[in-house]
């Protein structure tokens, strides 16, 4: 997306429900909205938000930016961060800058469509697909992602096939990666060090353009994020079988772009889909 006035943005994080109404069939049912933020008003301010992970260590919400950065007729929005860990209600904890423009300790991606956090090794993840490249991205001793002490490394997707990696997950059962390819309508699953472990198809349950997908630790599926042009998470299993769809209409999102699957923030603690929408 392209940088525009204020007046233009509407990014936000929308966050869903899993509870079914009584009436609608196993298969399928429609998601309501417990709430929306205005992430054009945060400090700083993060109008494209596109990748969203759960960092379930400290019970928030990490947030990548991958337009922030641009400069498109003279205007900027950008105030020296791409990345902002967020309370589950969508306030402020930290903010980080892992692209090229300074200042940054982490020069290492301008566009990261995608985020995830690794529990197992504390490791954070992010897709490019600009670079069309994952990084794995080590905190460091302090643990925290943007200082002086992180160190990353990063494997090629489009040798695998992937030309769009858009959002990434880990399936921290079993330490494999799993990236949503928006160009090829298809979920691909990587080892962490990058070797291709398979592949499938999701343009046959409707997902026109996967924007993200999101690990389910609880039932140890995925969940599947379309574009605006088709409004579902389609939830599948770890080989590509539809389990059910999941109709978001409701949150009536210009692009929803990234997805996370963490505790509700209205206080009853029930895991629900969290998703952040895009202006283009």
Same mark, same amino acid.
């Given at each position: 997306?392209?940088?525009?006035?204020?007046?233009?943005?509407?990014?936000?994080?929308?966050?869903?429900?899993?509870?079914?109404?009584?009436?609608?069939?196993?298969?399928?049912?429609?998601?309501?909205?417990?709430?929306?933020?205005?992430?054009?008003?945060?400090?700083?301010?993060?109008?494209?938000?596109?990748?969203?992970?759960?960092?379930?260590?400290?019970?928030?919400?990490?947030?990548?930016? $991958?337009?922030?950065?641009?400069?498109?007729?003279?205007?900027?929005?950008?105030?020296?961060?791409?990345?902002?860990?967020?309370?589950?209600?969508?306030?402020?904890?930290?903010?980080?800058?892992?692209?090229?423009?300074?200042?940054?300790?982490? +020069?290492?991606?301008?566009?990261?469509? $995608?985020?995830?956090?690794?529990?197992?090794?504390?490791?954070?993840?992010?897709?490019?697909?600009?670079?069309? +490249?994952?990084?794995?991205?080590?905190?460091?001793?302090?643990?925290?992602?943007?200082?002086?002490?992180?160190?990353?490394?990063?494997?090629?997707?489009?040798?695998?096939?992937?030309?769009?990696?858009?959002?990434?997950?880990?399936?921290?059962?079993?330490?494999?990666?799993?990236?949503?390819?928006?160009?090829?309508?298809?979920?691909?699953?990587?080892?962490?060090? $990058?070797?291709?472990?398979?592949?499938?198809?999701?343009?046959?349950?409707?997902?026109?353009?996967?924007?993200?997908?999101?690990?389910?630790?609880?039932?140890?599926?995925?969940?599947?994020?379309?574009?605006?042009?088709?409004?579902?998470?389609?939830?599948?299993?770890?080989?590509?079988?539809?389990? +059910?769809?999941?109709?978001?209409?409701?949150?009536?999102?210009?692009?929803?772009?990234?997805?996370?699957?963490?505790?509700?923030?209205? $206080?009853?603690?029930?895991?629900?889909?969290?998703?952040?929408?895009?202006?283009?």
């Amino acid at each position: 997306a392209s940088i525009a006035p204020w007046s233009f943005w509407k990014g936000t994080i929308v966050e869903l429900t899993l509870v079914a109404p009584t009436a609608a069939p196993a298969s399928s049912f429609t998601a309501a909205v417990v709430r929306t933020v205005d992430l054009a008003t945060i400090a700083p301010p993060s109008p494209d938000p596109s990748g969203l992970a759960y960092l379930s260590n400290s019970n928030t919400l990490l947030i990548s930016d $991958g337009e922030v950065d641009e400069t498109v007729g003279g205007i900027t929005h950008f105030q020296g961060a791409n990345v902002w860990e967020l309370t589950l209600s969508g306030s402020v904890i930290r903010t980080a800058n892992i692209s090229k423009v300074t200042p940054s300790f982490v +020069r290492m991606s301008n566009e990261p469509p $995608g985020a995830a956090w690794n529990p197992n090794n504390g490791h954070y993840y992010f897709s490019d697909d600009d670079a069309r +490249r994952v990084y794995d991205l080590n905190p460091g001793t302090d643990g925290l992602l943007g200082t002086v002490d992180d160190s990353w490394t990063s494997f090629d997707t489009l040798a695998a096939g992937s030309v769009d990696p858009e959002g990434i997950t880990i399936d921290s059962v079993n330490n494999q990666i799993f990236i949503a390819d928006g160009t090829n309508i298809e979920i691909y699953q990587f080892s962490l060090t $990058g070797t291709l472990l398979g592949h499938f198809d999701v343009e046959q349950f409707g997902v026109l353009d996967p924007e993200s997908v999101e690990y389910n630790p609880d039932s140890g599926t995925l969940l599947v994020l379309s574009n605006h042009t088709s409004p579902l998470i389609a939830e599948v299993t770890t080989s590509g079988a539809l389990l +059910r769809i999941i109709d978001i209409s409701a949150a009536n999102a210009y692009a929803p772009a990234g997805l996370a699957y963490a505790p509700a923030s209205d $206080g009853s603690g029930a895991p629900c889909p969290i998703a952040v929408d895009a202006p283009a």
